[in-house]
């Protein structure tokens, strides 16, 4: 080999040698800017969240008076003891409590200091100084739909059923509840939705010691007991298949399906055997709802009404729930039974029949279909005698 080739050899070895030098400078650089930039973020969330928990003022010796209504979410709680300046962020206060499962929160007045931490004021809380007498009581009960959830509130309220309405078909305030609440989100605004709301509105009693409470206090308190209850679910299960709102859909249709707690599990198994086989749900709640009418039996032109909520014209979950779930529907939604089953019958009186086959299923409808019919005329005479 010449001289000169010799050279051209040293001189290419020498150039990448040269190129890898500055490929791994800038590497280097790269990760470096990047470690410095994961450092600086930890560093911030370490100073907020630390900031967030301490004290307002270490230093202050002023007594604040604050009072906590009853019915108040964790939410409402931050949001009171943020303007009363003892906390720093009422938002974080509610994703603070909800991290440590806190709960138990005492109606009351309390003397707090801004000189108090943050588990300071919620050990503070949970004691309770002094409860107060509620005002204002009502009942929700399970599987309502949101029209009722409104008259109920109307009826032991000043608020009447249109403003109640009008208030939770606010395009702009729900935007307002998409920001503050984990279970709501942008799906409760699809086009076809008929209440945004509905399937969110938590049934249980309520207590307020304002008798002239707000529409959207009522609604908040509802809102926050359903987002303390998915949340406990979707902690359980992490790789849960569906989203909140699949979740709460199906909730919806199990509570109006089942009448007896041992059922829930089974039809919520027969509601996901049917999702997993890509088969219709076929489920008659959806159907009377798409109507807008509560149905005693289902037709065959009832089945063929055309809305996104009719799961025996469209396949997959509908577009959003169908009523307002329990917490038993909820955990049913979340804890699937494992069965074979695909198919069920829920016969009048309450019970269930289960099956594998379409064979199966429809000798046990036409065995006992005519227990509805009967039913349903027994009612219409009975009515008939009164009158």
């Excluded at 100073?47 to 979410?73: F, W």
Aim: charged share 30%; aromatic share 12%.
């Amino acid at each position: 080999m010449s001289d000169q080739k010799k050279d051209e050899q040293l001189d290419k070895y020498a150039e990448k040698v040269r190129r890898a030098k500055i490929v791994r400078k800038i590497v280097l650089i790269c990760v470096a800017i990047i470690f410095l930039f994961f450092i600086s973020a930890v560093t911030f969330s370490y100073l907020y969240m630390k900031s967030a928990m301490g004290p307002v003022d270490a230093e202050s010796t002023e007594i604040v008076n604050v009072e906590i209504p009853i019915g108040s979410s964790s939410t409402s709680i931050g949001r009171i003891l943020e303007e009363e300046g003892v906390i720093k962020n009422g938002s974080f206060f509610r994703y603070y409590v909800r991290y440590k499962n806190e709960s138990g929160f005492q109606a009351g007045k309390y003397e707090l200091s801004k000189a108090m931490t943050l588990d300071e004021i919620i050990d503070e809380l949970k004691e309770g100084l002094m409860m107060q007498e509620a005002d204002l009581m009502f009942t929700i009960p399970e599987g309502l739909w949101l029209e009722n959830v409104a008259r109920l509130i109307a009826q032991n309220t000043d608020h009447t059923e249109d403003e109640i309405m009008e208030t939770i078909s606010d395009e702009e305030y729900l935007e307002e509840l998409i920001e503050r609440y984990f279970i709501l989100t942008e799906d409760i605004l699809t086009d076809g939705i008929r209440h945004p709301l509905e399937g969110y509105l938590f049934p249980a009693r309520y207590d307020f010691v304002d008798e002239d409470v707000s529409i959207e206090t009522i609604i908040e308190a509802m809102i926050e007991r359903t987002d303390k209850i998915v949340a406990k679910y979707m902690s359980y299960y992490p790789d849960h298949p569906y989203t909140v709102h699949e979740t709460l859909t199906l909730a919806s249709i199990i509570e109006r399906e089942a009448q007896k707690e041992k059922d829930r599990y089974t039809i919520s198994g027969v509601l996901y055997n049917r999702l997993d086989r890509n088969m219709r749900l076929q489920v008659d709640p959806t159907v009377a709802y798409a109507i807008g009418e509560h149905l005693y039996m289902t037709s065959y032109a009832d089945l063929r009404v055309d809305s996104p909520y009719n799961t025996y014209m469209y396949a997959g979950i509908p577009i959003g729930p169908v009523a307002n779930p329990g917490e038993a529907s909820i955990k049913a939604a979340f804890e699937p039974e494992e069965t074979e089953y695909i198919y069920f019958y829920a016969r009048y009186g309450g019970d269930v029949l289960y099956s594998v086959t379409y064979e199966e299923h429809n000798q046990n409808v036409q065995k006992y279909r005519h227990e509805w019919a009967e039913a349903r005329q027994s009612e219409e005479n009975e009515e008939g005698e009164q009158e």
